[in-house]
């Protein structure tokens, strides 16, 4: 078994499973590799590691219990700011977003994983309200492609690719209006999605006109979180049911 962090949401939901480790153990080495590498990749522009460890307990105790919320349930996740998350200033990588507010709502995309039982390790950077594709910005500097760090990781989600590409967690969310997901993807060597529009939502009604979407380094679960109901190996979507296929493949074919 390698390092924790480096493990796909598929292998980490099967080991949740058989209780080969727990999501505490898990979020630990995800907390740790951000600790180690982001003064030099800066991904991340908050990291909740108190909170994160408590999701994290009271996600084992669901495993162990045999009752956990999904497949998704204890594998961490890192979130792009723009998207609203209950509890956090979201600042859109820009100083003009002032901090004193409620922050008393999650973005769709967001309350998805938190029904799911995600951990939420932190949030990523973003240019200022992401409006290009490199991520730097007046609030949190410059965010550096992990494969080199001369290298800039593409934008606007370059924070999460960045984050991802480092090995911090398996998934990511971010945002994509013209190329936001699809460009550090790229750049960073991940699978990224960009839905269709509307599809997900990135904020409520008249908020954010971007589609909320995802990041991995590994595609297998993680669309039936933003998209439907997982049911055993298929999901079903729109009425279709899709099989999910072994890891490293397109996530999906059209059964019946």
Not at 169 to 188: E, Q
Not at 230 to 244: A, F, H, P, Q, T
């Amino acid at each position: 078994m390698g390092e924790l962090n480096w493990l796909s949401a598929a292998k980490l939901s099967r080991g949740f499973a058989r209780k080969k480790f727990s999501p505490v153990e898990v979020a630990k080495a995800c907390l740790g590799q951000i600790a180690k590498h982001d003064h030099a990749i800066n991904a991340t522009c908050r990291v909740e590691e108190k909170a994160a460890l408590a999701q994290a307990e009271a996600s084992a105790a669901r495993w162990k219990k045999g009752r956990p919320l999904g497949p998704l349930d204890g594998v961490p996740v890192l979130i792009k700011d723009l998207l609203l998350v209950k509890g956090w200033p979201t600042l859109r990588g820009s100083k003009t977003v002032s901090r004193d507010q409620a922050w008393d709502q999650d973005a769709p995309s967001v309350a998805r994983l938190r029904e799911a039982g995600c951990v939420f390790l932190g949030a990523t950077t973003t240019p200022e309200f992401g409006w290009k594709g490199v991520t730097d910005g007046p609030l949190t500097g410059i965010t550096r492609n992990p494969w080199d760090t001369d290298l800039t990781p593409g934008g606007s989600s370059g924070g999460s690719a960045a984050g991802l590409a480092a090995g911090y967690a398996p998934l990511a969310l971010g945002t994509d209006g013209g190329g936001s997901i699809r460009i550090p993807a790229t750049w960073c060597g991940l699978y990224g999605l960009k839905p269709q529009r509307g599809r997900v939502l990135a904020a409520g009604p008249g908020k954010l006109k971007d589609d909320g979407g995802r990041l991995t380094l590994n595609v297998k679960v993680g669309d039936e979180v933003l998209y439907g109901k997982y049911s055993g190996s298929e999901v079903e979507v729109d009425g279709r049911e899709l099989k999910i296929l072994r890891e490293g493949d397109i996530l999906a074919k059209v059964v019946k």
